[in-house]
């Protein structure tokens, strides 16, 4: 089993720990979900339980963290009678990231588009494209999206489909499956593998 300690600075572990305590959370480090990088999930009878990918670099882990800790105090606060996303959990998770917005916890780059994506957190960090670009950037392996790539590239992604990207829409990329002729959107930051 891997330790939280290997994902966290000693100077956060303390705090880390302190909150396990607070709020009666057990963090589990498990293998990766295509759909979430960490989820908080309530329990009726003994302790609450926090999930995080264990894929994530140490940045990324952090902010997650972070996140779903939001949901564990909103929870107790106030149980399912408020949005998981709304203005309550916004304004909690304001309030426990602030003290790490500074240079001891991320580096510039990413402390600049955090302090940014934090007036107004969305429900995922993967949605701020740019906050995202600059995590991955810290990862183990390194990844190539369909931002990277050029307009009649052709592609995999991981379920095995075949694509050219064919232009640049507002935000996604406009793309056609080889094999069908379909039209698809991807988000800049989906992962491929260039042919």
């Known amino acids: 089993m891997i330790e939280i300690s290997s994902f966290l600075t000693p100077s956060t572990i303390k705090k880390i720990n302190s909150w396990q305590e607070s709020f009666n959370v057990k963090v589990i ?25 264990n894929n994530l670099n140490k940045y990324s882990f952090l902010i997650t963290l972070i996140h779903e800790f939001a949901h564990a105090i909103i929870w107790q606060k106030y149980r399912n009678k408020v949005s998981p996303h709304g203005i309550e959990w916004k304004d909690q998770y304001k309030k426990m990231i602030l003290p790490f917005l500074n240079p001891r916890f991320f580096p510039e780059d990413i402390l600049r588009l955090l302090s940014s994506h934090m007036i107004n957190p969305l429900a995922s960090t993967v949605r701020d494209v740019e906050l995202t670009r600059a995590l991955r950037k810290y990862d183990k392996i390194k990844h190539t999206f369909i931002s990277d790539i050029n307009d009649g590239d052709e592609f995999f992604i991981d379920s095995g489909e075949r694509f050219v990207r064919l232009k640049k829409l507002r935000k996604n990329y406009k793309c056609q499956e080889v094999s069908t002729g379909k039209i698809y959107r991807f988000s800049p930051l989906a992962e491929v593998k260039l042919i």
Do not use: A, D, Y
């Open 29 to 53: 480090i498990t293998s990766p979900k295509k759909t979430r990088l960490g989820v908080f999930i309530p329990k009726r009878k003994g302790c609450h339980v926090i999930r995080i990918n």
